[in-house]
């Protein structure tokens, strides 16, 4: 469905949140040209659990030796990335049935206003220099 993007999920020590979150996809029937599971360092049974994983939805894994942190663990998955699209999330992310919805308007989004480069899907809090762009996203100055 996505075949420009790429599913990065950044995991660490959640095996079963990856797994419904995997599966939900699944049931959604949202798929991407890639997703790349990148992993912080977990402990082996989680290792041992996205492998498992990995066998059922075939997906990149990426594991560390180390803990490094989110922003290592990102960057690490990032370079695993082939497609035109990146969409990162964490392995405890919940897609609703209005995730695919917004996916589709986000990537209009991407696809055809040539200065955006980047959409957020979400934020607690309203953003310095934050504007309507359209009825379910703003845009920053």
Avoid: C, W
């Avoid at 960057?75 to 999330?89: D, P, R």
């Amino acid at each position: 469905m996505f075949d420009k993007t790429t599913l990065l999920i950044t995991h660490y020590n959640r095996s079963a949140s990856l797994a419904k979150l995997l599966g939900t996809l699944k049931d959604q029937q949202i798929f991407f040209r890639q997703i790349v599971v990148s992993d912080d360092a977990s402990l082996p049974e989680h290792q041992e659990a996205i492998q498992k994983l990995q066998t059922l939805y075939q997906f990149t894994y990426v594991p560390a030796d180390k803990n490094g942190g989110l922003g290592k663990n990102i960057n690490k998955g990032v370079q695993a990335v082939t497609s035109e699209y990146l969409l990162y999330i964490q392995e405890d992310f919940y897609p609703t049935d209005q995730f695919l919805d917004r996916l589709i308007d986000a990537h209009q989004i991407l696809e055809n206003e040539i200065d955006i480069d980047i959409v957020r899907f979400f934020s607690y809090f309203k953003m310095p220099f934050q504007r309507t762009f359209n009825e379910h996203f703003s845009h920053l100055d």
